[in-house]
């Protein structure tokens, strides 16, 4: 089928143009932040899916075995059925009818959605001890026949489509008129009405790092990740607080998602699994130092955090998780560390990264890659599985979608997502009053240091913490 395409007019600040979707359900941006990151470079949007997917944990009484047994309702055509299939199996095979060729297109529309941290509960066995939220599901995915793709190297803008289900003549000139007519939305009003609090005190937080401390010492892990959550009272449309979010800290893997009554704002710098053409890569970071805002300061930071053993030991252990996990899916041979403790700045904070390649097995789809990494490495510790069991042992709340991944899975096969760290999630009531909440948390190991750690998940939640102070009391 051929592939339809209309070309835009460029602008190189794309919160502009997905104000014209902003305001539609299931409409998503996958933002690289630009004009102001120096690292992405495409921009994806899409809204209308064809077909939704939200899994849900089953509550049931009769369902001994909860974390196992998702529910999950699927729409199309506008009935909706329920399964409790694994929803990896799920979207494998509702994508499976919808074959594409790869073109130079990164995507031309597929999936496209989140999948919460918890989501591990469909891989892994874990107890069951935090407080959960059952309201926000474990999956939300579209299935969109339509996207923008904004390229900010080639400075273009296009939209297409495969047709596969919206392809009448008036459907795509209506999309062709939507874009090429000007924007008549408004900014949204939003307003935090209360202080943010955090679910742990710093005596809490103490008491917490000192058990991953005896963990590590008895022999039961080498690293843990732990986090806090802070959330605050909120009204109103969070599309308002994720432009001012992006205007402080833009990063290369930004989104957002609007699901309603649920929105999602992340302002990831972290990717955490592409495919193209089968070429896998995974970027995880460990290490983080803040910003200064004394240049001599802030360069003395960076090479103190390049230098800096500890961390290096750190990110070479997830780096080592991350090659086990690819592997999985990954032809034998072809897994490889290509770089190690890269320097990357922004806004708020320096971070290593490391990039780790392989090449994707035929027999393979990305789906299937997705669930054996799933959750990333560089958010649980190592070894992940023990490191999961002390997260939901010692983190009061479950983390949801805080530390799952957000991006899509073309109809060609290709897939990006990243790791949803900075990542902020809005729930509303029916009667409008929310809550804005969003976790910040670092990698313990052996040598880790109490005041040290406390203090780097306070840096990492800077540009959250000022995106709320902004918009308090307005």
């Known amino acids: 089928m051929r592939l339809l395409k209309h070309p835009l007019k ?13 305001h539609k359900p299931w409409s998503i941006l996958l933002d690289s932040g630009q004009p102001q990151s120096q690292y992405g470079r495409y921009d994806v949007m899409v809204a209308d899916p064809f077909i939704t997917i939200s899994s849900f944990e089953d509550v049931a009484e009769d369902n001994l075995d909860s974390d196992k047994r998702l529910r999950t309702e699927i729409t199309q055509n506008g009935l909706t059925t329920i399964t409790h299939e694994d929803p990896f199996a799920i979207l494998n095979r509702l994508l499976a009818p919808y074959q594409a060729t790869k073109n130079a297109l990164p995507f031309c529309g597929g999936a496209v959605g989140y999948f919460a941290y918890d ?18 599901p474990h999956m939300m995915v579209g299935i969109y026949d339509w996207a923008v793709l904004i390229d900010h190297r080639e400075k273009t803008a296009v939209l297409v489509s495969h047709g596969f289900q919206q392809a009448t003549h008036d459907h795509w000139q209506e999309l062709c008129a939507l874009f090429d007519g000007p924007s008549l939305m408004q900014p949204a009003d939003f307003v935090i009405t209360t202080p943010v609090s955090s679910n742990m005190t710093f005596k809490q937080y103490a008491t917490a790092f000192d058990a991953v401390k005896n963990y590590i010492t008895e ?3 080498y690293q843990v990740n732990l986090a806090q959550r802070f959330s605050a009272k909120a009204q109103g449309n969070a599309w308002t607080a994720y432009h001012k979010l992006r205007e402080i800290s833009p990063a290369p893997f930004m989104a957002f998602l609007n699901f309603g009554r649920l929105q999602i704002l992340s302002g990831s710098p972290e990717r955490f699994l592409q495919v193209l053409n089968r ?3 995974t970027r995880p970071i460990k290490g983080t130092r803040p910003r200064a805002d004394d240049a001599a300061l802030d360069r003395q930071l960076a090479k103190d955090l390049q230098a800096s053993i500890k961390d290096k030991a750190e990110n070479l252990m997830i780096v080592d998780l991350l090659r086990n996990d690819i592997s999985k899916s990954c032809e034998i041979g072809s897994v490889k560390a290509d770089q190690l403790f890269q320097l990357q700045s922004f806004a708020n904070v320096h971070h290593l990264v490391s990039i780790v390649t392989g090449t994707l097995q035929k027999t393979k789809t990305a789906i299937d890659l997705l669930r054996g990494c799933f959750p990333g490495g560089s958010i649980t510790g190592a070894p992940k599985l023990r490191s999961m069991q002390i997260i939901e042992a010692l983190e009061p709340h479950r983390r949801g979608v805080y530390c799952g ?13 990243n790791i949803a760290i900075r990542t902020m999630v809005y729930s509303a009531s029916e009667d409008g009053e929310g809550e804005i909440s969003f976790y910040a948390g670092g990698g313990i190991v052996a040598d880790s240091v109490l005041e040290k750690e406390y203090d780097e998940t306070l840096d990492k939640a800077s540009s959250m913490l000022k995106t709320v102070q902004f918009f308090k009391g307005k």
Do not use: W
């Open 10 to 22: 460029y602008n190189a600040n794309s919160a502009e143009l997905f104000n014209r979707l902003s």
């Open 279 to 281: 070429h896998v890569e």
């Open 119 to 136: 989501l591990a509960r469909q891989v892994e066995r874990l107890p069951d001890l935090a407080l959960k939220n059952v309201t926000i």
């Open 405 to 417: 991944a957000i991006g899509y899975i073309g109809f060609d096969g290709n897939m990006d997502t």
């Open 219 to 221: 022999g039961d892990c």
